[in-house]
């Protein structure tokens, strides 16, 4: 049997020796975390995103029928249409939280917490990978709430300000997200997500303006408000629609508390960055 000329041989499958085989990131291997995590709940996409709607949806109805008989407006605009775009973040926003707290409480729980911290990724991989699956949850749920809220009778979301709808959304989604994580860390079991889904998202996300306006609190509770985070991301998400909010008079309040949020999302990042990077909780 005749063997092949030197020149037909096939290429060589290594690369050569001393030549670095993952750069400076490991993009393969950022791919597969997050097409892992996307598909943990894609699998049951009914629970984790067409639930979300429906549930969403209700809350609409339900508060549509107490509380927006009559032609009564706020910041001109009917109650419906008020209220739907906070329902939208909020959904994203909690949707957001609750996959990115359970990627590591899970594998603590089931034993498998290995398979995070074993692949050749690094703490910023790590974190980037789960933080942008549980934003593309966030981000799916808005789109499924968006669809179910325009076929609600009454609701106008025409796009007045597209840009100011993209950052505060990614800004709740990610900030959410990142809160997760740090949940995901700390938790020994589900009931300690439960606990800080019960009391402290829930609250924030309820009393944040999402079905009514600051202006009508006690001065002391405006400025309790004021000091919510998820305030200034409904009410900049809403702004994007209706082109009012309760941040401010002027454009530049939304402006400003855009760049807060985007501050608060850095400091927030480095946080659970070097939290993850201890291995508190992950490696004992």
Do not use: C
């Not at 041989?9 to 750069?23: K, M, S, T």
Request: charged fraction near 10%.
């Amino acid at each position: 049997m005749n063997e092949p000329a030197p020149d037909t041989l096939p290429e060589p499958i290594f690369r050569p020796f001393g030549e670095p085989v993952i750069g400076r990131i490991n993009r393969l291997g950022l791919w597969t975390l997050y097409i892992k995590e996307v598909r943990r709940f894609f699998k049951v996409q009914t629970q984790t995103i067409w639930a979300p709607a429906i549930t969403t949806l209700l809350f609409l109805v339900i508060f549509s029928v107490a509380l927006g008989r009559g032609d009564r407006e706020i910041l001109g605009v009917n109650f419906a249409t008020f209220v739907a775009p906070g329902l939208i973040v909020m959904g994203m926003m909690q949707n957001s939280f609750a996959n990115s707290s359970f990627s590591l409480l899970g594998g603590k729980v089931q034993g498998t917490i290995i398979d995070y911290l074993m692949p050749p990724l690094s703490t910023f991989e790590l974190l980037l990978g789960l933080v942008g699956a549980a934003m593309t949850r966030g981000i799916l749920v808005g789109f499924a709430v968006g669809i179910a809220m325009s076929l609600y009778p009454g609701v106008d979301l025409t796009l007045a300000h597209p840009i100011a709808i993209a950052w505060f959304g990614l800004m709740g989604v990610m900030l959410l997200s990142l809160m997760g994580v740090l949940t995901s860390i700390w938790a020994e079991k589900f009931d300690h997500n439960a606990a800080v889904t019960n009391f402290i998202v829930a609250p924030l996300s309820l009393l944040s303006g999402t079905f009514y306006t600051i202006d009508r609190l006690a001065p002391l509770f405006q400025t309790i408000s004021r000091f919510n985070p998820f305030f200034y991301v409904i009410s900049g998400f809403r702004y994007g629609f209706l082109v009012e909010s309760d941040i401010g008079r002027t454009g530049h309040a939304v402006l400003w508390a855009g760049i807060g949020l985007g501050v608060l999302n850095a400091v927030m990042f480095l946080i659970t960055y070097m939290v993850l990077k201890s291995g508190w909780k992950l490696r004992s």
